[in-house]
């Protein structure tokens, strides 16, 4: 069983930065892909960024140009930097690594806190 452990969460005045680290149990280069997830009270998880083994990234429409998905394969640590904070970004927010095919594997982290708010 794959671990996922979030850190970095908080509180952040509007216009503020955070760095959300995702540390995985095996190595990050072994899933097809990872991402980061948030989930606000009363709405669905949404796709907030992620990226695959070959490099290519994605991001939500509401995050371009302020966050940031990165990765440290030899730590085995995904981090998703966030500048620019909006109220609208409070949620909490979840890591998640994924295999597709006939060896499909699918790990969610257990979340972090994100408060934007002053």
């Known amino acids: 069983q794959v671990q996922l452990v979030e850190s970095g969460g908080g509180l952040v005045q509007p216009g503020g930065s955070l760095r959300l680290s995702c540390a995985a149990s095996?190595?990050?280069?072994?899933?097809?892909?990872m991402g980061w997830y948030r989930q606000a009270p009363g709405k669905q998880r949404e796709l907030v960024a992620s990226?695959?083994?070959?490099?290519?990234?994605n991001y939500a429409d509401a995050v371009k140009g302020r966050f940031t998905i990165s990765r440290d394969n030899a730590k085995n640590t995904m981090y998703l930097q966030m500048n620019s904070l909006k109220p609208e970004d409070t949620a909490v927010y979840y890591c998640?690594?994924?295999?597709?095919?006939?060896?499909?594997?699918?790990?969610w982290g257990q979340g972090t806190q994100v408060t934007v708010s002053s």
């Open positions: 990226f695959t083994t070959v490099g290519s990234t």
């Open positions: 095996r190595r990050i280069l072994s899933f097809n892909t």
């Open positions: 998640r690594a994924r295999n597709y095919g006939l060896a499909m594997e699918d790990y």
